[in-house]
């Protein structure tokens, strides 16, 4: 039997008239940027926007656009946000009543402080974060599931929320937040400056997720939290991270919610938010299972959200139908969902 010895002479490389091989690329296979459900979203959503337009001409209008626009950017802030709490394998029912809280704490400090904008933003944002972090570190080393711990907090957020309101509501709220709101201050070349900015922080949160080793560690928790742990993860870590984004993006979009109405804010704000965020969310294709998910589909999700609401109200239906057909979307986003994990297993 002969043993081979390896040549010690270099490689001469190839010879003339030899094409050079190509280098084999070292980089990370991405996905591609936008997926098949994304495209799929965005036709339903052009087609329903074409029958809208046709069925009601004053939809096309910029009078019904801007305020569809503007009624969409705290929910997709907020669902940003819910998107990296999702795919880390949580959830978040406390959304809802976090809005609250934040905007009855910033409407009364504008009454009784005439904060100036930043100021304002950042008492918001601030309040958000905290409430966020409370979520966050009860989650991550509490070690409760999610569903569990965020819906004692939305009890307890609504019930601080009620306590500041007190038995009245919030009058005489200044235009400060104005900026953010369906007036000529609100917007720049008629788009509004509120769905302007939640279009660049998703844009940030997409860059991030999908570029980054920070953003592709939430993906790792949500896939197998234990296998994450084990290849380094700060685990975590990543999950107070996770809700105290989506706290501090509340808290922004509270700031939205006090622009878009009257000079008065009454108790029922933010009630229903944190469905409408977790349909935009699901509809957007970001997988409940965790693991999964992507903040342009979630942009996309509460747009087509809010595209149901506003089409419902301008036909003239009766308003409980908008829940019917966002229910049937959120359950043929589920069943795809549940059947593309099914042609994973099987491959």
């Not at 043993?3 to 690329?25: H, I, K, L, N, Y």
Request: net charge positive; charged share 10%.
């Amino acid at each position: 039997m002969s043993v081979g010895v390896a040549d010690p002479r270099p490689d001469p490389g190839p010879t003339a008239g030899e094409p050079t091989p190509a280098p084999r690329s070292r980089g990370r296979v991405l996905p591609p940027p936008v997926s098949g459900q994304e495209l799929v979203l965005v036709g339903v959503i052009a087609v329903m926007w074409v029958i809208l337009a046709l069925a009601t001409p004053a939809f096309a209008t910029a009078g019904s656009i801007q305020p569809l626009l503007v009624s969409t950017a705290p929910i997709a802030l907020v669902g940003v946000g819910m998107t990296i709490v999702i795919i880390t394998g949580g959830i978040d029912v406390s959304v809802g009543a976090a809005i609250m809280v934040c905007s009855v704490i910033t409407a009364k400090a504008l009454v009784g402080h005439g904060l100036s904008l930043p100021v304002a933003v950042l008492l918001a944002v601030v309040t958000g974060a905290v409430l966020g972090a409370v979520n966050g570190i009860l989650i991550a080393y509490g070690r409760v599931h999610a569903i569990i711990i965020t819906f004692g907090t939305a009890n307890l957020f609504l019930f601080l929320g009620l306590r500041i309101f007190g038995s009245s509501t919030v009058n005489g709220i200044p235009s400060t937040l104005a900026f953010f709101g369906r007036g000529t201050q609100g917007r720049t070349l008629g788009i509004p400056h509120a769905f302007l900015l939640t279009l660049a922080i998703g844009a940030l949160a997409w860059w991030y997720l999908r570029h980054t080793a920070g953003g592709r560690h939430f993906y790792a928790v949500g896939g197998d939290a234990n296998a994450a742990r084990l290849a380094g993860v700060r685990v975590q870590r990543r999950v107070l991270l996770a809700y105290t984004v989506t706290g501090v993006l509340v808290g922004l979009a509270s700031c939205f919610v006090i622009a878009q109405g009257t000079s008065t804010l009454d108790q029922s704000v933010g009630t229903g938010k944190e469905l409408a965020v977790i349909a935009a969310v699901v509809i957007g294709g970001t997988s409940i299972m965790g693991g999964r998910g992507s903040v342009l589909g979630t942009l996309l999700g509460a747009l087509l959200v809010q595209t149901v609401t506003s089409g419902v109200t301008q036909l003239g239906w009766n308003s409980q139908l908008s829940d019917l057909f966002v229910g049937v979307f959120i359950i043929v986003a589920v069943g795809a969902d549940l059947l593309r994990a099914r042609a994973r297993r099987t491959a």
